[in-house]
């Protein structure tokens, strides 16, 4: 291994060594050397030494809850939670599957009708689009529309979700297409969930049109359920993701970002959406304001706890597993919650 005092040491395995020798080693660098380095010297190249010891360090690492009040993140890391056992939570019966079994013919409406949606005006996004929603993933935001809309139905005695439930759902996964379009734009992303990129295969203008056509039509669809207060808080959300990556790029390969300011970004770039599509449902189910609030809540929180986990995970799985190249967040200089807390 090259020494770790060695000034001229690329960035990318300067911070590696950071994650690996961890806060209580002796060992140290100097972390103004590594911020003035970040942004000449970063690398795709990883050791294999240190990657191993990056991902033992970062399952040592403890996994904080986020009790938010009223300031978005107050109180962040008041409290100690137990040391989360990620074997033991590997082998949970408890899965993503199984929690979406009760909305999955929900699920399987809502897949017919996206590529009909988007692809409807243009041979070019048709066949985009058949790229985007058949490359996979969990449709986790929908699924949770689903969820909070059957719960909160049942709350105020609605046999069946209704067409606006229906339609929200829709307009959350374009919304979070659409900007996971524009983030592989930005990333110069290859692979997503093991599959070429929409501007790998179009290219970038056509890449950079279907964001934009997914984000017009879902903000005509939305402006047609004509609730106010959804569209406001749906609204947000798009100049959310927008803040989000500008905080992100103003801030990559600095060393001294917060936890705070970290959370804050994952706030606009994930938990914002998530937030916004619980309280949603929650608001044409017809249920009073306190339960919509704690919709958010819960919506907010449990973005921010994804967004954690998929930055751990980032290091302690193959690419095979991720669906793209592993550490590349690293790679690309955006130092995230395992290089915060190690």
């Known amino acids: 291994m090259m020494s770790m005092t060695c000034h001229n040491l690329d960035f990318g395995t300067r911070v590696l060594d950071l994650v690996a020798v961890g806060s209580s080693s002796n060992s140290s660098i100097e972390r103004h050397v590594v911020k003035n380095h970040g942004k000449t010297f970063a690398t795709k190249v990883y050791g294999a030494r240190r990657m191993a010891c990056c991902r033992q360090n970062i399952s040592r690492t403890r996994v904080f809850s986020t009790n938010t009040s009223e300031a978005l993140l107050d109180g962040v890391g008041q409290r100690t939670a137990p040391v989360l056992d990620l074997k033991k939570e590997a082998k949970s019966p408890i899965s993503l599957a199984n929690l979406f079994k009760v909305v999955a013919d929900d699920l399987q409406t809502l897949n017919q009708n996206l590529q009909s949606i988007v692809g409807a005006e243009n041979p070019v996004l048709m066949s985009a689009a058949e790229q985007i929603f058949g490359a996979g993933g969990k449709r986790m935001r929908p699924a949770l529309v689903f969820l909070v809309s059957r719960a909160t139905a049942e709350l105020v005695g609605l046999k069946d ?172 200089g955006n130092l995230t919650a395992p290089i915060n807390m190690a």
């Open 161 to 332: 979700l209704t067409t606006k439930h229906r339609r929200l759902a829709e307009i959350i996964e374009m919304i979070h297409t659409a900007s996971l379009i524009h983030d592989d734009v930005l990333d110069e992303s290859d692979m997503r969930r093991g599959k070429e990129t929409v501007h790998q295969l179009y290219g970038t203008r056509v890449a950079v049109l279907a964001g934009d056509f997914m984000f017009a039509q879902s903000s005509w669809y939305l402006a047609n359920l004509e609730n106010l207060e959804v569209i406001k808080l749906i609204s947000q959300v798009i100049k959310d993701f927008a803040s989000g990556e500008i905080k992100q790029a103003s801030s990559l390969f600095d060393c001294d970002v917060k936890l705070e300011d970290y959370l804050l970004k994952s706030y606009y770039k994930t938990a914002s959406l998530i937030a916004a599509s619980t309280k949603g449902a929650a608001i044409f189910s017809g249920a009073d304001r306190s339960v919509t609030e704690q919709m958010y809540e819960y919506g907010k929180n449990l973005g921010l706890s994804f967004q954690v986990v998929d930055d751990i995970l980032d290091f302690t799985q193959s690419a095979e597993q991720l669906g793209k190249p592993a550490g590349s967040d690293l790679a690309k």
